[in-house]
């Protein structure tokens, strides 16, 4: 898959970057029965009703969000990117959308974290730091010089999860988007 997807978000100020090579440990208290897959066709409305959340999250209306966009952009004939779904006794708990783009400052793909997201229910039990190491392992699989992803400012929580996985703040970046 070769996705030519750029998105940037129109409330954030800092970009995080992580280098594809670094590692993490998972937190002892993710509950055992938590299962990581790829999303499905079959899973298009658990990843709408989470984008959905993720909007609400950040003050943005969801009913933008279109399913008929998913089904097309996520699991069509030529998916613009991927998803990992964490289950915990096969009800979804969370997910990671990304893509692989590419560097040209270091002419080598890199691995674009879109979304990570947690239902509420199930943070800090360690289900976040899994679905990250699973996209560090896609990251070095696909021989990524780097994950790059956007955060919000004022989204502490993230920020704090991101540090903890050895991100670094490119405070120096200004981020620009352009509606189509």
Same mark, same amino acid.
Request: aromatic residues 8%.
């Given at each position: ?8 978000? &129109? ?8 280098s594809? %090579?670094? &590692?993490?440990?998972?937190?002892? &208290? ?19 009703d989470?984008?959905? =959340? ?6 943005? %209306? ?19 990117? &991927? ?14 959308i ?16 879109? %979304? ?8 800090? $039990? ?27 400012? %004022? ?15 490119? =405070? ?5 988007? $352009?509606?189509?």
């Amino acid at each position: 898959m070769e996705p030519t997807k750029t998105y940037y978000s &129109s409330e954030i100020t800092s970009t995080l970057l992580v280098s594809a %090579d670094s &590692s993490s440990s998972s937190n002892n &208290s993710t509950p055992l029965n938590t299962v990581l897959r790829e999303a499905t066709i079959e899973d298009v409305q658990s990843v709408y009703d989470l984008l959905c =959340k993720i909007k609400a999250f950040h003050g943005r %209306d969801p009913s933008t969000i279109k399913i008929e966009n998913l089904r097309t952009h996520l699991f069509g004939e030529k998916p613009r990117a &991927s998803v990992i779904l964490a289950e915990i006794e096969k009800k979804i708990a969370g997910f990671a959308i990304y893509y692989i783009g590419f560097s040209g400052f270091e002419a080598q793909p890199e691995l674009c974290l879109e %979304d990570l997201y947690i239902e509420e229910a199930h943070r800090r $039990k360690g289900i976040g730091s899994r679905l990250f190491e699973k996209i560090e392992e896609r990251a070095r699989d696909n021989q990524c010089c780097r994950i790059a992803f956007i955060v919000a400012k %004022d989204n502490k929580n993230a920020i704090d999860f991101y540090n903890k996985h050895k991100a670094v703040e490119r =405070k120096q970046l200004s981020i620009f988007r $352009k509606n189509m």
